[in-house]
């Protein structure tokens, strides 16, 4: 269990870390002088394609996680509860973190504001996926867990 977690907080704060790398190189790009015209039409492209993906992943990546750990809480064998769930939790935590990083990049690179509003949208979706062992038992009503 203690080691499900770990991965999970580790694929959790990776998820930031890689929004914190992806303002400095977007803070870089921009310095550098490499914007796109966000009237353009790979700007508008841009941005019209990270809204329409946040907006899908954001609430399906939820769904479809909440809907997975209905089924794993009815698996018998713990250890596979545990497996399916930790991999479910990093898949979940990708996808809400391609639409967080691309947010960030796409602000600096297109200089909308619309494009940190949708990378708070993601992030405050990541923030729902901080794992806690209380929230895994809960989730996968573990009654004994191994440590």
């Avoid at 977690?5 to 490499?34: D, E, R």
């Avoid at 545990?82 to 990083?101: D, E, N, P, T």
């Avoid at 708070?120 to 004994?144: D, H, M, N, Q, Y």
Wanted: charged fraction near 15%.
């Amino acid at each position: 269990m203690k080691k499900v977690l770990k991965n999970i907080q580790l694929a959790y704060y990776a998820v930031y870390i890689a929004a914190i790398a992806a303002a400095v190189s977007g803070y870089a790009l921009m310095n550098a002088n490499l914007r796109i015209d966000p009237q353009s039409e790979v700007g508008i492209a841009l941005n019209s394609a990270l809204i329409v993906l946040i907006i899908g992943s954001v609430p399906l990546a939820l769904w479809l996680f909440s809907r997975n750990t209905k089924k794993w809480a009815k698996l018998t064998d713990v250890h596979e509860k545990l497996a399916k769930y930790q991999k479910g939790s990093i898949i979940r935590l990708l996808v809400l973190g391609v639409g967080l990083v691309l947010g960030v990049v796409f602000y600096y690179v297109l200089g909308l504001q619309s494009m940190i509003f949708a990378a708070g949208i993601s992030a405050i979706g990541v923030f729902f996926c901080k794992p806690a062992e209380v929230k895994v038992v809960a989730e996968l009503e573990l009654e004994e867990y191994p440590e």
